[in-house]
């Protein structure tokens, strides 16, 4: 498996660990690379060695223009192998919130069609980023253990919540992946596959166990906290039928969430669109980024990507506190539909560019055929150029969890039978973000809330998309609500189809399969169920 040729590699070569900044923004430490065998000597040295644990979720390498993994993308465009680039294609492409114009990789219209495979290169840099993640936070997890500093402690803890993020994704995206810790032989040795729900109980495990370790919500803007943790396992048990088919986990939701609320350490942005601009490191409403700068942090993923990719046709990238259009992105008349006025003069979260778009795609590789999205920028709230001036890498943070999700997260779990959780709290909690929406109007608010309600659930799930849309959520969504694969739901160009059709309905769809090149490396592997 790459992954564990990487871990011989990380353990016995020169490594090259970034620097950083008070927000973690990494960059190259050039000629002051040193070996793994000086690397850790203090504590600066070991908060070192964690900036790279979270470049791994944005930066495509050490040094600007490397590429930490190899793939069959990699001679194209090491930019498309980036973490969070790669996560979002894979959270929102296969949905109907997003399609996209470029042809030069088969791979990539795959996603939106639903028509992927196990030997795929876009699939194969999705798994293989994530269990390179895994794989730096294992050895700096190895390294860190018996440390007595207090501050290599909370490092420590850090690492553990990143390797459990990144394990996430791997539950989330492909179910049953092969599963190695800081304790696993370093070697020719291949890893064991863990089931989903073994999975999903290990990283609960690790949750509570770093809990008291890390530090106080909104200790320091960029790093992993107790905000963070809280959100983790919230997401990890609304969506805990999906992965390991238990009913009894929404009070468990309930009591993550309401911890994040009992901190009173975030608030609702009074502009939602505070929670994607260049300056978005202000809004009280971020509970977890995985952070960016233009100049220390330069990336072709997470908001980079976001941003540059949605710009074309007559969109003018100065607008956008960018210089370059790379006419990729835009959403489906799905989404637009979703929003009773999709002009944004009611509902300030319709952001979508119109003149000269057509709302319905006759060709999803024409940019001018669906809405493009203007939701995120690289100008400040007011309209300034980014803090770092940089003129096409963005200062855009990515906002991987945020208040407003939070409060609709309750809101479901309440109506899907959490008995901790009451319809007036769940009720004004969906309705603060409404309200929001609407620039502080009440005529919008959604009613009593109503436990095992179908049609409210629906319309928990139309807000989702209404306010989360291309935040890397919807696909999990879809899955958790069943109208991802199947037929419940339709949406344009699903299956290929400009209309949309049916996908397959038996399930197979709702977990992505192990890459090819992954299984005829490992013995132990067996593929996802569905899939050749």
């Known amino acids: 498996m790459k992954a564990l040729k990487i871990v011989v590699c990380f353990s016995a070569c020169m490594l090259m660990f970034t620097s950083c900044l008070n927000d973690l923004n990494p960059k190259s430490l050039g000629s002051q690379a040193v070996t793994a065998s000086v690397l850790y000597t203090t504590p600066a040295s070991y908060l070192e060695g ?9 930066l495509q390498g050490s040094i600007n223009g490397d590429t930490d993994i190899t793939t069959a993308l990699t001679g194209g465009d090491g930019g498309a192998t980036v973490y969070t680039r790669q996560l979002w294609n894979w959270q929102e492409l296969s949905t109907d919130e997003a399609v996209i114009a470029w042809t030069g990789n088969a791979d990539l219209q795959n996603i939106h069609q639903q028509n992927w495979t196990a030997t795929g290169g876009y699939l194969t840099a999705m798994y293989t980023r994530v269990m390179y993640t895994i794989t730096l936070c294992n050895e700096f997890i190895h390294e860190s253990a018996t440390s007595t500093d207090a501050s290599v402690k909370q490092y420590h803890a850090e690492a553990r919540f990143l390797r459990a993020l990144a394990y996430w994704h791997a539950l989330d995206l492909y179910g049953n992946p ?7 032989p370093i070697g020719s040795t291949p890893p064991p596959q863990i089931t989903a729900t073994k999975l999903y109980n290990y990283i609960q495990s690790e949750l509570k166990a770093i809990e008291s370790e890390l530090g106080a919500p909104t200790f320091s803007y960029g790093h992993a906290d107790q905000g963070a943790l809280w959100m983790l396992q919230a997401k990890m048990y609304l969506n805990a039928p999906t992965y390991t088919g238990a009913t009894n986990t929404y009070d468990s939701c309930i009591l993550a969430l309401n911890k994040i609320f009992a901190s009173n350490k975030y608030s609702l942005a009074a502009s939602y669109g505070m929670n994607f601009c260049a300056d978005n490191n202000k809004s009280p409403e971020i509970i977890f980024p995985i952070t960016e700068d233009g100049v220390y942090a330069q990336t072709y993923g997470g908001m980079d990507f976001v941003i540059h990719a949605a710009l074309g046709g007559s969109m003018s990238p100065a607008n956008f506190g960018v210089t370059a259009t790379w006419g990729g992105t835009r959403t489906t008349s799905a989404l637009v539909n979703k929003f009773a006025d999709p002009s944004g003069a009611t509902d300030v979260r319709a952001m979508f560019y119109t003149s000269g778009q057509n709302l319905e795609i006759a060709d999803y590789t024409n940019f001018n055929d669906g809405y493009a999205i203007t939701k995120f920028t690289n100008l400040t709230f007011a309209g300034g150029p980014s803090p770092s001036g940089a003129p096409d890498f963005v200062d855009t943070d990515v906002p991987m969890f945020r208040l407003a999700d939070a409060y609709l997260m309750y809101a479901e779990a309440f109506l899907r039978g959490a008995t901790t959780a ?24 959604s009613g009593m809330l109503t436990a095992g309600s179908a049609n409210d659930l629906q319309f928990i799930l139309d807000e989702r998309a209404r306010e989360l849309y291309w935040e890397g959520h919807r696909r999990t969504d879809l899955i958790r609500f069943g109208q991802f694969g199947g037929g419940t739901y339709i949406w344009p160009w699903k299956g290929d189809v400009a209309s949309g059709v049916a996908t397959s309905s038996d399930g197979h769809l709702n977990i992505y399969p192990i890459p090819a090149s992954d299984l005829a490396a490992n013995p132990n592997l067996k593929q996802n169920p569905g899939y050749n």
Do not use: M, W
């Open 178 to 184: 092969p599963f190695v810790t800081e304790n696993s």
């Open 50 to 58: 964690l900036a790279k644990l979270y470049a791994s979720f944005i």
């Open 422 to 445: 009451d319809a007036a709290t769940a009720t004004g909690y969906l309705n603060s973000v409404i309200t929001r929406a609407y620039k502080g109007s009440t005529a919008h608010n």
